[in-house]
């Protein structure tokens, strides 16, 4: 299987029911959501998206690496990614 925009869109609503826990915040780069703006850290949503693409097993941090190959799979995805230093603080996000 292959992750799909639903993947990347059930991610991020497990993120907004969740929390999204301090040690995963992204360092460089943020996924923004169109319709919240919300910020999101792209290697924590890809691997909770992965989960939902092989039936839970979610990706460990170790398993892939973040940068311009996760960012690139968001963006073919029709997902915008940008250069951030927001570390995920909901107050820096609008």
């Known amino acids: 299987m292959v992750l799909t925009a639903e993947?990347?869109?059930?991610?991020?609503?497990?993120?907004?029911?969740?929390?999204?826990?301090?040690?995963?915040?992204s360092t460089r780069y943020c996924l923004v959501r169109r319709r919240t703006r919300i910020h999101y850290p792209p290697k924590y949503v890809v691997g909770l998206a992965h989960a939902h693409e092989r039936?839970?097993?979610?990706?460990?941090?170790?398993?892939?690496?973040?940068g311009e190959p996760t960012n690139r799979v968001l963006r073919d995805l029709?997902?915008?990614?940008?250069?951030?230093?927001?570390?995920?603080d909901p107050s820096n996000s609008n």
């Open 7 to 25: 993947h990347i869109e059930a991610a991020l609503t497990d993120i907004d029911r969740n929390r999204l826990p301090a040690r995963r915040r």
């Open 55 to 66: 039936n839970g097993r979610e990706w460990r941090a170790d398993e892939h690496y973040g």
């Open 78 to 88: 029709g997902f915008v990614v940008i250069t951030c230093d927001c570390r995920n």
